[in-house]
Each structure stands twice: as C-alpha cells, then as structure tokens.
C-alpha cells in the first residue's frame, strides 16, 4: 500500500485559513487521495477526495500537485470545531481489497 | 438522521470473557466495516462486510469474528478478550465497497481487565 507522510501537529488561529499537508511519492496512477478527520471522541468523518484535480466542497478544498507526490488539504476559515485530528490516505479504486488506511495523522489545533 | 450506529458505548470485560459490539446503519449501504482504535494511533481495520452475506478478514482480524445478519447489521464478536484488545471499536457503512465516503459509528469504548 502507497503510504503517506503528515506532519504530527499543526496549530492555527481562529478564522485564518490553515494548509495541511501530506506527502505521498510512492502514489500510484490509481491512486485516489482522501481525507477523513475525526473530532475528539467521535468517529472519523470524510472531509473531501480526488485524483489529478483540485477539488472544492463546502468543507475544505484539496490541492494535488501536478506529480500528484504531495497534496494540501485547505481549511479557508478555521473554526474551533475544525479542531481535529486529520488523516490524508491513498486508496486504490482500482483493486477491490484495497481498503483505507488510516496512519496517525495531523492533529490541528485551533487557537481562538 | 441515526446513521450507524453502535452499541454498547463503553464495556468492561474481564479476560476470557465474551462479548458481541453491534452495529447498525439506516442507509441503505451494501458494505459494512469494523475497525479499532488504540490510544495516539490511528483505525486498524478488522474485518469488513462488502455486501450482506460476505464477510473478508482486514489487517488485525485475529481473536475476532464478525456476522453480516442482514444489511443493516453487522456485529463483531470477541470470544475471549485479552488486555491487548482494549481499544475503542468503530464500526462504518459505505453505500458500496467502491464508494469513497465511510460513514462511522461514534464508538464503543472496551477495556479488558
């Protein structure tokens, strides 16, 4: 499985946009790019996803290098709900046992 | 909306006991998942559920087992808890294996003695 590096914590403060990044250079042509988030004490929840393109929901955006080696998850006003732990993960759409997998993530913190 | 979701919230077993987590989801999808969380890691996956009637091992299966008892349902069954087991337990739902978007319980917290 293509693996993907965050770094462990970030902070921001409140109402300024924030950049998460992650790392993935062993990506695959096949490979999708997710992000999942999980606020303290709940369950994970998706937050956007991609393959070549940017991509913008009501959450976030998500910007994928043109190598697609790297991508940004970008909060544009931080909220203090926005605090979280956030987890970027490949998935191959292709292979159907591929599953997700999630790694430790980036745990953000947001200062009012 | 319920969504998925999971029952107990928190249990205490003592080792060699058995328990069964159940989960349930009202959406409608077709694939179920079982995953657990240990402190400062991320979700392992355990088993998973792509359509009522299949069940496949994922990266931590062993001293586990898992029944799709129809679509809605999903349970996961430890038939004598270890210490080494305590973690919180999310169970998900995805309207189909390939789908992008999981849908998670808010998790059963379990601890072995």
């Known amino acids: 499985d293509a693996k993907t590096t965050q770094p462990n914590s970030m902070e921001s403060n409140e109402e300024e946009p924030v950049h998460l990044p992650c790392n993935h250079s062993?990506?695959?042509?096949?490979?999708?790019i997710h992000w999942y988030r999980q606020l303290p004490s709940q369950g994970p929840e998706y937050v956007i996803h991609?393959?070549?393109s940017n991509v913008n929901n009501r959450m976030a955006s998500l910007a994928i290098a043109e190598d697609r080696k790297s991508s940004t998850l970008i909060l544009h006003r931080a909220t203090l709900r926005d605090a979280a732990v956030y987890y970027c993960i490949l998935r191959d759409r292709v292979y159907a046992g591929n599953q997700f997998y999630f790694g430790t993530g980036t745990s953000l913190t947001v200062i009012p | 909306n319920a969504g998925v979701t999971q029952t107990p919230k928190f249990q205490v077993l003592k080792t060699g006991q058995s328990m069964t987590l159940q989960c349930a989801q009202d959406m409608n999808h077709n694939s179920m998942y079982w995953y657990r969380q240990d402190p400062g890691m991320g979700l392992r996956l355990i088993y998973y559920?792509?359509?009522?009637?299949?069940?496949d091992k994922g990266e931590v299966p062993n001293g586990y087992n898992v029944s799709r008892l129809n679509k809605r349902e999903f349970s996961l069954r430890l038939e004598s808890a270890a210490p080494s087991q305590t973690s919180v337990y999310f169970c998900?739902?995805?309207?189909?294996?390939?789908?992008?978007?999981?849908?998670f319980g808010s998790g059963t917290q379990l601890s072995v003695l």
């Open positions: 062993t990506i695959s042509g096949t490979d999708y």
């Open positions: 559920s792509a359509s009522e009637g299949t069940t």
């Open positions: 998900a739902s995805s309207e189909d294996f390939r789908n992008e978007k999981l849908f």
């Open positions: 991609g393959l070549t």
